[in-house]
């Protein structure tokens, strides 16, 4: 089972990235997380099935998480990118049947990580 990042890389203040998380298989939920060293792991974008979305504070009106169940793929679009936002980005994903919240608290599937540079 794997979860493929792409789509990192290095932006100005301002710009846009977008990035995509391939599944091998498919989840009910799935999410995306970034960490910063030396700090904990912040999650920023959740969804469930294709429709339920939930979003942290600090990406809120600028990040637009999406899924394309077909393709069993998660997609990030983050816009109007501060510096603040130069992290790892992690996709994750689970199945827990019957509840259909956004988030979860566990995630059992994780990405290997995809560098985003934000610089003013």
């Known amino acids: 089972v794997q979860l493929v990042e792409s789509g990192g890389g290095s932006v100005q203040a301002g710009g846009s990235l977008s990035l995509s998380c391939a599944a091998s298989?498919?989840?009910?939920?799935m999410a995306w997380f970034r960490q910063v060293p030396g700090k904990e792991r912040e999650r920023i974008a959740c969804?469930?099935?294709?429709?339920?979305?939930q979003y942290g504070a600090s990406v809120t009106g600028r990040f637009t998480i999406s899924k394309d169940s077909g393709k069993n793929t998660l997609y990030l679009q983050m816009n109007s990118l501060k510096p603040e936002d130069t992290a790892v980005y992690y996709c994750?994903?689970?199945?827990?049947?019957?509840?259909?919240?956004?988030?979860?608290?566990?995630?059992?599937?994780w990405g290997q990580g995809t560098q985003v540079t934000v610089s003013s």
């Open positions: 994750a994903a689970a199945t827990k049947l019957n509840y259909y919240s956004a988030c979860l608290d566990d995630y059992y599937l």
């Open positions: 298989i498919s989840t009910t939920h």
């Open positions: 969804i469930f099935s294709s429709t339920v979305r």
